[in-house]
């Protein structure tokens, strides 16, 4: 069964860095394009993050653009999110998607249960 796992969220003061990870098992991880979604509470989810299967192009959205960087090892199936310069309004659940490095949601195929990333300033 197809297994994404998040994790490194955590409680942090505005300014400072998180490198979240998602581990995938269960599906040829090299061949899948990925992506970082965030969700607040009342609010839509929103894409974060996009890269392709060999790691080879990166889009962001523009409130985390300079302050982010997605990347993969794809020799241990893993995708990571490096977030620096953290600012309250970066708080939610972050959660990871295979299947598609698009922004919209529809367009992923899995997804894991996420991770909470709390800013407080």
């Known amino acids: 069964q197809v297994q994404l796992v998040e994790s490194g969220g955590g409680l942090v003061q505005a300014g400072d860095s998180l490198r979240l990870a998602c581990a995938a098992s269960g599906l040829p991880f090299r061949n899948y394009d990925m992506g970082w979604f965030r969700q607040a509470p009342g609010k839509e989810r929103e894409s974060v993050a996009g890269i392709t299967a060999g790691g080879g192009a990166t889009r962001y959205t523009g409130s985390v653009k300079g302050r982010f960087v997605i990347s993969r090892d794809n020799a241990k199936s893993t995708m990571y999110l490096e977030m620096k310069s953290l600012k309250p309004e970066d708080t939610a659940v972050y959660l990871c998607?295979?299947?598609?490095?698009?922004?919209?949601?529809?367009?992923?195929?899995?997804w894991g249960q996420g991770t909470q990333v709390t800013v407080s300033s």
């Open positions: 998607a295979a299947g598609s490095w698009s922004s919209r949601a529809a367009e992923y195929a899995y």
